[in-house]
């Protein structure tokens, strides 16, 4: 599965993006799907991910109520709506899918096989 991740941007505290993962090769609605994103000197962090075994969804602590994961049947993506953002949801954000298809998410990077190219989201005033 070839994945692109796309939507960043600058952004002024308390803006909004949302975030768009897309595959080329494969239906993304048979895929678990994770959001991390890495901050310069910063360890990668997994911020949501949505099953595809169950549909649930799962956020990290520190987006939880300002973010939310989502999939786009008719577009063949899953999307990351980011709002109020702060100066610290600054970093590059990845998608990433798992190997096998119907499958439980984790915000976990071990549990992915596929990662995309990230987009770089800033936010500064």
């Known amino acids: 599965v070839q994945l692109q991740a796309s939507g960043g941007g600058l952004v002024q505290p308390g803006g909004s993006l949302r975030l768009s993962c897309a595959a080329s090769?494969?239906?993304?609605?048979?895929?678990?799907i994770g959001w991390f994103r890495q901050a310069p000197g910063k360890e990668r962090e997994g911020v949501s991910c949505?099953?595809?075994?169950?549909?649930?969804?799962y956020y990290a602590d520190s987006v939880k109520g300002r973010f939310t994961i989502s999939r786009d049947y008719a577009q063949n993506t899953v999307d990351l709506q980011m709002n109020s953002l702060k100066p610290e949801d600054t970093a590059v954000y990845y998608c990433?899918?798992?190997?096998?298809?119907?499958?439980?998410?984790?915000?976990?990077?071990?549990?992915?096989?596929?990662w995309g190219q990230g987009t770089q989201v800033t936010v500064s005033s």
């Open positions: 090769t494969a239906s993304l609605h048979y895929y678990a």
């Open positions: 949505i099953s595809s075994s169950d549909g649930r969804r």
């Open positions: 990433a899918t798992p190997a096998q298809e119907h499958s439980g998410c984790a915000l976990i990077g071990s549990w992915y096989s596929n």
